[in-house]
């Protein structure tokens, strides 16, 4: 007899076939699982609304198996929907062993296809002991090619003829340019392991398409890291380094890194849309409380020796001309100086902070921020500092940091914070860092935080990703490495796999330092227009990275565009964005679209192309027959047939923004 757990579009989410069989629908498939030895085994799958069923005939277990349990139970939760957070059904597999427990959870939200997977542990379990590798004569590792990694995730191949691709990040964008990595093979009968955080697996027969991804921090950043994330072979895909040490003697329970998954989309942006969706579930876009349009003006590279009063309350006059909704006060404001700052002393800090440093600077705001604070509310601009979390013991000090940073909220009213010098590496600087920022965002009204991943081990973009957004890089004309098409292009490799409008992308000043690029360089800022730049921000959060009273009044027309951008983009960055076209270089035609509600918008740039004229395929669905609204660009929309749109540019570094409707 069936025992039905919760719907899904009329269908339910969890069976019980019988005691042993559990049946999850997640939106896109349904898979049939045997409860065997404490844990699950996939056994069969189909697409939805299709006949034909995959039968694993040799099913691998869904995590390392150690032993069979003492007992089992377990819970379903059906949770409603929060401002913040989408309904979800859950199902929780508490499994009991002699000197250990784990809860395997799978939760599925309402209206979002895949699985995010949970995994707890308490005690101490062979799945979490390290492993030694003994390669002393051959290239192969021996430990490694016998398949005996613990590892804690799973998901079968029907055949062995897959093509799989890994996709690697890299955060430290003061070091790297390029930020995503993807290496693309053939399993084989033997195990290969990899490291990324993305897993795409296409069946190279039918063309469905298989997702894994890892929610955690990048590689390195990881706790226990065991040097890689995934495996492939002929029988399927597993997951690897859960991110949990050895625990202690008086056990409590702790969580591994998260995975999402999804099975047989129909091609890869498909899966890798449903992923975005269900980031969007798990953690809304609200226009009104993530809606950033910055400024932080280290941008223009004088560091904190321009952060006054005098100077700052200029700057808003500046920045509210030019539409800024925040202003970020970074490095500088407070008491206590950083190895950054521009005055040379010999007490500056960066690791460990005492609490009087996170004073009020009176030297350089004699009146404290209570002017600042009165002209920015005066303007309709919110207010933002930077703050850099003490070190010490793996931010033993992080309750201390809350209420610092709580204090700056409720006394000043500083609606968000950047959170810069991170660095972490274990689990216990990850559990206080994330106690930090939840905690603060909890006892406070509304704080934001911006996660800075421009150095060292951070959270990257699948990790402290739902405190705010991610402030991607810092790049300067003064030293000659700020091109546009480099950050459209960061922005344009993201978007294929996260949400970019979690991300706040960068804009400078680009009268600034033309004599710091070669005079024949075409792709030198000086030679682009300042709308084009701007317009390079608009899927994402534009941080305008300079000082306004630095502009020239020409700049100023670019507030044009920024105000048909404030009045389109909360239902824009409400949909799924993809990214159209070639990767940008600089000689390419490129762009985006984003499946809102009602409308389908495109952003389509013109880089240095000897061409005019261009051809760019929609992913997802035909615009045959819909209105098209032009909203902003030189370009024009000469035709749009089935998934296919032909652009005119009449000259290079133009733009097309608008919506089909």
Known sequence: MKIIYCSWAQNAVFQWQDSKTLIVNDGMSEQTYQWKDGTLWLTKAKKLRHSKTDIFSVPIPNQTITETPLNFSYKIHQVGATDRTSGYCQIDLHSVYNDY??????????????????????????????????????????????????????????????TTKVVGFQESTDHHSNITVVREELPYRKPQYYKGSVLIAENNHTSYVHLVVKLSPLQEAQSAY??????????????????????????????????????????????????????????????????????????????????????????????????????????????????????????????????????????????????????????GIGLGLWFNPSKNDDYANWERDKDIMLKLHQQHGVSWIKIDGLRIGNKKSENNVNKMLQMAQKQSDGLQFNIDV??????????????????????????????????????????????????????????????????????????????????????GQPLAWMEATGLPDEAFSVVKLINLWKKERSEMQKGIIHPLGEMPNGYHFTGFVSYANRKTYVLLFRENTAENE????????????????????EGTLVSAEASMLKVDFSAPFQFLWGYFE
Do not use: C
């Open 101 to 162: 427990e784990t809860i395997r959870s799978l939760r599925v939200y309402d209206n979002s296809p895949g699985i995010e997977w949970r995994f707890q542990i308490k005690g101490n379990s062979p799945l979490l002991k390290s492993f030694k590798t003994f390669n002393t004569e051959s290239i192969e590792d021996v430990t490694l090619l016998s398949a005996n990694v613990p590892f804690y995730f799973s998901m079968p191949f029907s055949t062995p003829h897959f």
């Open 226 to 379: 065991l040097g890689f994330d995934f495996s492939t072979d002929f029988s399927g895909m597993k997951v690897y380094s859960p991110g949990i040490e050895l625990l202690e003697e008086t056990p409590v329970w702790h969580e591994a890194y998260r995975i999402f998954s999804l099975m047989y989309a129909e091609n890869e942006s498909v899966a890798l849309g449903a992923y975005k969706r269900y980031e969007l579930n798990a953690h809304k876009y609200i226009p009104e409380t993530d809606n950033t349009f910055t400024m932080n003006t280290w941008g223009d590279r004088n560091r904190d020796s321009r952060i006054n009063e005098k100077f700052i309350l200029g700057e808003l006059d500046a920045a509210a001309r030019l539409g800024i909704t925040h202003y970020q006060i970074d490095d500088g404001w407070q008491k206590g100086l950083s190895s950054n700052s521009a005055t040379k002393s010999n007490t500056m800090s960066w690791d460990d902070w005492e609490e009087s440093d996170w004073e009020i600077n009176t030297s350089r705001f004699p009146n404290g921020l209570k002017k600042i604070t009165k002209k920015a509310k005066s303007l």
């Open 614 to 633: 261009a051809t760019f395929e929609l992913p997802l669905g035909e615009i045959t027959n819909r209105k098209f609204v032009k909203i902003a660009g």
């Open 454 to 539: 421009t150095a060292g081990k951070r959270g990257g973009y699948f990790f402290f990703n739902h405190f705010g957004n991610i402030f991607l890089e810092n790049r300067y004309t003064d030293w000659g490495n700020y091109y546009p098409h480099l950050t459209l292009r960061n922005v344009w490799t993201l978007a294929k796999y996260v949400p970019i409008q979690r991300f706040q992308i960068e804009w400078l000043n680009k009268w600034r330092n033309n004599n710091k690029y070669p005079e024949d360089d075409v792709l030198k800022p000086q030679r682009i227009p300042f709308d084009y730049q701007f317009a390079i921000t608009m899927m």
